[in-house]
């Protein structure tokens, strides 16, 4: 199976570095200029810098050229993904569609492969997801992450064609499951660095991951997903790294909200649309989501950290 990757950003950049060492990659940038600039200076020093573009990548603004593989890995951010369907439709009919953000669409409330299949209808679709930063895969570090597929004979032959050396794959037909333990465990990270910039401690982020696990569990349960996706790589694997490393943007985004510091607007920052589709979900469903309300609240900056911190304290007692 011939691979692309659609979207030269870090997570883009790192899964065709990776690739590249089972074969030749096209990876798509959708600027000409920084498709130029890659392909000749083989790095991406905007989004991933410091890593090398194997020879076997090849770096196009072509999006014909890229669509000609069998497999296309959609590397862009989760409030992005219908705009890019809707653009390159017609270039993308007929191929293997591999989801590769982590996300709510907020208009919709919809994952990813629901968005690829109301905007292309019929389309064979997967999903990439779990516990891994660009860096680390780029830098050729070992990680594990999940590939979904609703259909699992493609799931297997994905699995196949997609684990490399440094990247090894599990796989499930839990497509919902695997699509909201990688969405939700943003926010928690946001929450999660909120709590230690504002020095809250280590206790009370432990208590935000587990109440906040509770909650990824009753979101996924409600959507029919299996819990044992949810205690697998793209639920608590995710939840763990995410809440617990500066390399996540989400806790870094946190992070600046707890010391009341500015943050690059331009960062792709993905549990802030997602924990806003959540919390307007968990809503209209009547589903105790209390920490994915509180960022929701706090990222729109209707809460100050304090009043996010009372409000989660100030909570009526319960049975854990
Ligand atoms: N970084 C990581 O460690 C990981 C990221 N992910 C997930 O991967 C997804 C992408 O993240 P990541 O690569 O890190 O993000 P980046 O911010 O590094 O890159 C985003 C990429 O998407 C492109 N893009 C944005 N909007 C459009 C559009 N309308 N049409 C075409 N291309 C577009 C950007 O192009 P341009 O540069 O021109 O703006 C850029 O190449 C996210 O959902 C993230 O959660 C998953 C696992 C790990
Ligand atoms: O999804 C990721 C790690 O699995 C990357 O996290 P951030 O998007 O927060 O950087």
Redesign the pocket.
């Known amino acids: 199976m011939s691979v692309s990757v659609l979207g030269s950003g870090a997570f883009g950049t790192a899964l065709a570095i990776s690739l590249a060492g089972k074969g030749p990659v096209t990876l798509w940038a959708r600027s000409g200029e920084q498709a130029q600039t890659m392909q000749a200076t083989r790095r991406n020093d905007t989004r991933l810098p410091g890593v090398a573009l194997p020879d076997a990548i090849t770096v196009t603004a072509e999006i014909t050229l890229a669509c000609q593989s069998d497999v296309l890995l959609l590397a862009v951010p989760m409030q992005k993904l219908r705009d890019v369907l809707s653009v390159h439709g017609a270039d993308l009919k007929g191929r293997i569609l591999v989801a590769c953000c ?1 996300g709510i669409e907020l208009s919709t409330g919809f994952g990813p492969i629901a968005v690829i299949e109301q905007v292309l209808p019929n389309a064979r679709t997967a999903l990439l997801t ?4 660009a860096d680390d895969i780029a830098r050729g570090l070992p990680t594990a992450l999940t590939l979904a597929c609703a259909d699992a004979d493609l799931g297997t032959r994905l699995q196949q064609a997609l684990t490399t050396a440094n990247l090894r794959l599990y796989r499930t037909t839990d497509v919902t499951g695997a699509e909201l333990g990688g969405a939700l465990k ?1 926010v928690m ?1 946001i929450a999660c660095g909120a709590c230690i910039g504002a020095g809250l401690g280590d206790s009370a982020r432990a208590a935000l991951m587990t109440r906040g696990f509770a909650e990824m569990q009753r979101f996924a349960a409600m959507r029919g997903a299996r819990p044992e996706t949810l205690m697998g790589l793209s639920g608590l694997g ?1 939840l763990v ?2 809440c617990s490393s500066e ?5 870094r985004f946190g992070l600046s909200l707890g010391r009341n510091e500015s943050f690059d607007a331009a960062t ?1 920052v ?1 549990g802030v649309a997602t924990a806003n589709a959540m919390a307007a979900i968990a809503s209209a469903e009547g589903l105790d989501m209390p920490i994915c309300q509180t960022v929701a609240q706090l990222s729109r900056g209707a809460y100050s950290v304090a009043e996010a911190l009372q409000s989660l304290l100030n909570r009526p007692l319960k049975e854990e």
């Open positions: 982590k779990g516990p891994s930063f943003n990270a995710d790294l995410t390399l996540s943007r989400n806790f792709t993905e």
